[in-house]
């Protein structure tokens, strides 16, 4: 697992690729009043599919979830937000605080090609 340290409207890749995995990146220091996540499938077929978790982490490790994507099994971008005042969308909209850690993970069932990018709003 790596560590990234980012500042209100960084952006960076996480993960890149993958199969029949669970790969997760943990960010701290995240100061912003919003986190977007960017899931970009390039090839997804046969049942294939990929699937985003956003994860809030305590100082004192307990880890819980903020926003759960749902799998996904065909080429798109799909964004998922977290920021206090979105409206709530099932499965892509978290009306909810940014915590100061904040643990990425995708999960992968097959073989799909992916990249996961992300930006802290000001």
Do not use: E, H, K
């Amino acid at each position: 697992m790596a560590t990234t340290y980012l500042q209100a409207t960084q952006s960076g890749s996480l993960v890149a690729g993958g199969a029949a995995a669970t790969i997760d990146m943990t960010l701290t220091d995240v100061a912003g009043r919003s986190l977007v996540v960017v899931l970009n499938t390039a090839t997804a077929s046969g049942g294939n599919t990929v699937q985003v978790t956003m994860n809030a982490v305590t100082t004192s490790g307990y880890v819980y979830p903020l926003l759960v994507g749902i799998a996904v099994a065909a080429i798109a971008v799909t964004p998922y937000r977290i920021g206090l005042g979105m409206t709530p969308s099932a499965n892509a909209v978290a009306n909810d605080m940014i915590p100061r850690r904040i643990q990425v993970v995708a999960t992968v069932a097959g073989t799909v090609a992916y990249g996961i990018d992300y930006f802290i709003g000001a």
